[in-house]
């Protein structure tokens, strides 16, 4: 029997189950050394606890927020078969701009977030929320890809077997506007040769700079302390695609 979403939605619910399967960024090392600055690490947009888990496993404490339910199940349910790890992770609802701990942090994570915040009034509520968070002199570390979305049509991402099963990826990109692009994922799973399962997923991304994001954060009462390209602390030059981000609470 074949299943499939109806139409692709916007957010991360349908792909939840999937995301753990494909996403292989090479960061957890870089926001590891941020994690261990401080007692405690302030987790945004923690996801399924993909850098989270981890970190933990290595001694670290977390707290990790997470605004889609989905996400939070998936996380949840691996806390379940790692309970070292859950002992040193708390893990909350809400979003980057709207979350409420009443507590402050020496260092903060935004992994994959940022660009999500579509406008500049978006992105301006969550750096402020965030410094809200953070002790004075605090750190907040976050990434965002500065670069335009070419028109590309679906094609493969990534193949995986696990479980007697396989998992395809395909990926479509396209441009909106000056300051929005879209990506489309679709994830298939396959068992004996026949297709079991098809979901979608759209994306929404907005298009910024590092002027943009300066401002921003003075706004919020931070500063920006250093820029990096990639995720071995390799100094960021106009024109890079990767923009890492480190600043500091001033205010």
Do not use: W
């Not at 996380?75 to 708390?90: H, Q, S, V, Y």
């Not at 965002?144 to 395809?168: K, N, Q």
């Amino acid at each position: 029997m074949t299943t499939s979403a109806p139409a692709a939605e916007y957010g991360y619910e349908a792909a939840a189950p999937f995301y753990d399967l494909f996403e292989r960024k090479n960061n957890l090392d870089f926001f590891g050394e941020y994690a261990a600055l401080g007692a405690e690490a302030l987790d945004i947009g923690a996801g399924t606890g993909r850098l989270a888990i981890p970190l933990a496993q290595r001694g670290l404490r977390l707290t990790c927020v997470e605004p889609c339910a989905p996400m939070r199940a998936e996380f949840e349910r691996k806390l379940l078969a790692d309970p070292d790890a859950a002992a040193r992770i708390t893990l909350v609802d809400g979003d980057a701009a709207s979350f409420s701990l009443e507590r402050a942090f020496p260092v903060a994570l935004m992994a994959g977030v940022f660009e999500h915040l579509l406008t500049p009034e978006a992105r301006l509520a969550a750096l402020t929320n965030i410094a809200r968070h953070l002790e004075p002199g605090g750190l907040l570390v976050f990434d965002i890809f500065l670069a335009a979305l070419a028109d590309e049509p679906l094609t493969p991402a990534g193949r995986v077997s696990r479980d007697g099963r396989e998992y395809r990826r395909y990926l479509a990109t396209r441009q909106l506007g000056p300051s929005l692009g879209e990506t489309l994922l679709r994830y298939e799973v396959y068992q004996d040769g026949q297709r079991l399962q098809r979901v979608e997923q759209r994306q929404r991304v907005a298009l910024t700079s590092l002027e943009e994001i300066e401002n921003l954060l003075a706004q919020a009462g931070l500063a920006v302390r250093l820029t990096f390209r990639d995720y071995q602390f390799t100094p960021y030059m106009p024109g890079d695609s990767l923009l890492v981000v480190d600043a500091v609470r001033v205010r």
